[in-house]
């Protein structure tokens, strides 16, 4: 064999092991990963986590139901204000505003949006909110995970409705729908499991921030209802207890991160059903 | 038409379309302003919150001074932005070549059938709670990893020059753990991008390299890389965007120590993790304010990088069930 020829063949075999090797280191430290929180999640399962509210330090107690609660309604409030305003600014993008120097504009904002560091929403928010009232409170703390959530709406729902082919909307106008109905009643139809799966997809993002939670929602070891008192919930409850001393709370740590990963899982694989789905029918 | 009373009603209902028309289109405009303000929103609320740390300690005095002292009321941000810096590096340099690893054996040498697993069970890595690494980073890495570090110490610390930046008493957590648990994270955003653009090269270029004799590995350096090399630099500038700002993770494993230390193994903080672990404890106006403040460079720091990225990245466009 050629000397030359035999070194490039064996450079590539060399290269390719290397790649090789890359792709199983990921898919290691992810085995790892999941598998401990398995484990660990699955032996700290117990009724108690969520029939009974997080135990006081050093106290035996047992129970998260506050904390999944306040994560509840913190990813309530994120909806309410995240959905129209992210589907109604998506909606503008790609019916009025299509490659005008303007939409253009909110798009690149947009983008740097979709991935600013979530400590940095939990600031803006903790500015404009728990600032001027003066005190932690689960409304600013839905106010900073609708933040994250929007731009994920914003940009799914840009690139969903312009996949609508020009036709359907082109007979919705010659038979006189006026536009509001054509886009609500023809394109939003059209591209409804697009814009679901990026619903969908911001809350599994912001399911398990932490960062933004700090600087507003804060945590509250009672149970609380309440909008405009700091609330518990479970990415902060996490944090707090893996950092604790106490061996029940460390266990409790790996409950939520066991629920909260089950929790995306399971969002996850909806999107995807969702997509294909549609995929299949049109 | 031209008949009496019947155009009427008509044209009272073509008013209250006509409104909603309006209204609809309004409320598209200003759902629209909103999303294309928030950014100048954020940097001006956090800019306003920050201003007593501004007018106290001005811009370079706050960016040079190392010395970190709430009871003496004097911050400075050196240490942080070194440390973000350093984790940030050591995070690139472990995760832009494994991501290219991954994305190369994605697009061109694993088989059909495996590829569809493969990217998905890597894009899960960018599933998981940053909350969920921090806590396997603290509880599970950092005690297996204190067992690697006598190794790191014997081998890498004797290395003259760069030996230093390896030695240290091996507790687990530190600059290097933060960096490679940031490695972990940022993993998936870099390699889905550089994979899609791999297997979006028009097929020609790579079928004519491959017919002229060149190996997968030539193909990877010598065509894909050249004709991607825009769209992968924008997947290294997000990447780094995330690690730069990435909090939690880092909060759990850096150790948070203000002092500088030339040892890697040593702990250290970032802006993030500062901020995150003082913040709720931080008693006084001005210590809240330097806070802010951290967070107001962290944005500079970090804007310049998703610029970059967004720029670079242009018209390709994330898909939604992406990483991004």
């Known amino acids: 064999m050629i000397p030359l020829y035999a070194r490039r063949r064996a450079v590539n075999l060399f290269a390719s092991s290397l790649m090789f090797a890359a792709t199983c280191i990921g898919l290691f430290f992810l085995a790892w990963i999941l598998w401990t929180t398995l484990k660990l999640g699955m032996t700290a399962m117990h009724w108690d986590l969520f029939l009974k509210d997080t135990p006081a330090p050093g106290n035996g107690g047992y129970g998260l139901r506050n904390a999944f609660v306040g994560s509840l309604i913190l990813m309530g409030i994120a909806l309410l204000i995240g959905v129209p305003v992210g589907l109604m600014a998506g909606t503008w993008l790609a019916e009025y505003g299509g490659r005008s120097r303007m939409a253009n504009l909110v798009r690149f904002v947009n983008d740097i949006m979709l991935s600013a560091p979530s400590i940095e929403i939990g600031l803006f928010t903790y500015a404009i909110m728990v600032d001027p009232m003066g005190h932690f409170s689960a409304i600013s703390g839905g106010v900073a995970l609708s933040i994250l959530m929007i731009p994920i709406i914003v940009r799914t729902t840009d690139e969903m409705l312009k996949l609508v082919g020009g036709e359907m909307r082109e007979a919705a106008i010659a038979l006189g729908a006026p536009m509001w109905k054509v886009i609500t009643h023809i394109t939003w139809k059209g591209a409804r499991a697009g814009i679901l799966t990026g619903i969908l997809i911001s809350l599994a993002r912001i399911s398990g921030e932490t960062a933004p939670l700090l600087f507003t929602a804060l945590n509250n070891q009672f149970f609380s209802t309440k909008l405009g008192a700091p609330i518990a919930n479970l990415p902060v409850v996490i944090f707090q207890f893996a950092m604790s001393p106490y061996e029940n709370w460390q266990q409790m740590a790996w409950a939520g991160a066991f629920v909260a990963i089950v929790f995306i899982l399971t969002i996850s694989v909806c999107s995807r059903l969702i997509l294909q789905s549609a995929v299949k029918r049109s | ?324």
């Open chain 2, 1 to 324: 038409m031209a008949n009496s009373e019947a155009p009427e009603p008509a044209r009272g209902r073509r008013v209250i379309v006509l409104q909603a028309d309006f209204l609809f289109h309004k409320l598209a405009v200003l759902m629209a302003t909103v999303v294309g303000i928030t950014l100048l929103a954020a940097v001006a609320a956090i800019g306003y919150d920050s201003w007593p740390a501004i007018k106290t300690f001005g811009v370079l005095g706050f960016l040079t001074s190392s010395q970190w002292d709430p009871v003496s009321r004097h911050f400075g941000a050196y240490p942080f932005i070194v440390g973000t810096l350093v984790s940030s590096t050591i995070a690139m340099l472990l995760a832009v070549p494994v991501s290219f690893g991954v994305a190369v054996f994605i697009s061109e040498l694993a088989p059909g059938w495996m590829r569809q697993p493969v990217s998905a069970a890597v894009e899960m890595l960018a599933a998981v709670p940053s909350i969920v690494y921090g806590l396997w980073g603290l509880l599970v890495f950092a005690p297996a990893f204190a067992n690697v570090e006598p190794w790191i110490n014997d081998h890498l610390g004797v290395i003259p020059g760069i030996g230093r930046l390896f030695q240290g008493p091996p507790m687990g957590i530190g600059m290097l753990t933060a960096g490679i648990v940031l490695a972990i994270m940022i993993l998936p955003y870099i390699s889905s991008i550089m994979r899609d653009v791999f297997i979006a090269t028009p097929v020609q270029l790579k079928e004519s390299a491959y017919a002229m004799g060149a190996t997968t590995w030539e193909v990877a350096r010598n065509v894909l890389l050249p004709y991607t090399r825009t769209a992968v630099a924008g997947g290294i500038f997000l990447g780094l965007g995330r690690a730069l700002g990435e909090t939690m993770a880092v909060t759990f494993v850096i150790g948070n120590s203000d002092n500088l230390s030339a040892s890697l193994l040593m702990p250290g903080a970032t802006i993030p993790s500062v901020i995150a672990n003082e913040f709720t404890e931080a008693t006084s106006k001005l210590y809240i304010s330097s806070l802010i403040y951290l967070g107001l460079v962290l944005i500079a720091i970090t804007l310049i990088v998703q610029v970059l990225a967004v720029l670079l990245l242009g018209s390709l466009r994330r898909r939604p069930g992406g990483a991004a």
